[in-house]
């Protein structure tokens, strides 16, 4: 940990849970912020600027969901982890596409969690410190702003697209499973099914390439998985 400690907002409505994390936080080094239903973790959210948010789904006021896309919404891009007593695949897509970067289901270990706490934070650095834009053919990818233009014409892509398309210029070059993309881009082992990553995959070339049969960008690695190139 470096000397400046990463502050975490935990909300949980069940107070053992919130008071058993919060500690453990602690003890690990992180500052932590609480609240215990939605309308008090979207204040707190908003006027504290936490680095990580861990968002229970079941809360009173309004749900972890609404949290997450209330936030995304007025463009704050802290990290959030979803916490959930579900297993539910529907769930995990919804809080993806809401704009969650990764999903722990309860009952999970203290370890686990820590060690997602610090997985995200690193993510959330490193791509704090790379290139804020990428520019291949007629289509650019800006990360500071979170739009991709093609033509110079705005492209109306999901967060899951667009955090997708940014990975891939990211690894530019590289042969990537589908597994590994899957684990990096939302920062769990399990997120759907192989074939959900492929229908995100067709949506981005439908989007980005000129021919989506032949595409010359996002290329099928057979037996592997994808590789981008410009």
Known sequence: ???????????????????????????????????SDGPTALELALDQCPDLILLDIMLPGFTGFEVCRQL????????????????D????????????????????????????????????KARATGPRTYTFDDVVLDLESRTLTKSGKDVTVTRTE????????????????????????WGTEYYGTQRSLDSFVANLRRKIEKDTHNPLHILTVHGVGYKFVR
Request: proline share 2%.
């Open 162 to 185: 667009f955090d997708l398309l940014a990975y891939f210029l990211q690894n530019e070059g590289k042969a990537l499973s589908r597994d590994r993309v899957m684990n990096d881009v």
């Open 89 to 124: 695949e529907f769930d995990k897509l919804h809080g993806f596409e809401m704009g969650a970067d990764d999903y722990v289901t309860k009952p999970f270990s203290v370890d686990e969690l820590l060690a997602r706490v610090k997985a995200v934070l690193l993510r959330g």
């Open 1 to 35: 940990m470096s000397s400046q400690k990463s502050r975490v907002l935990v909300v949980d409505d069940e107070e053992a849970i919130l008071l058993g994390i919060e500690e453990n936080l602690r003890f690990a080094g992180y500052d932590v912020l609480k609240a």
């Open 72 to 87: 995304r919404d007025k463009g704050m891009q802290t990290p959030i982890i979803m916490l959930t007593a579900r297993g």
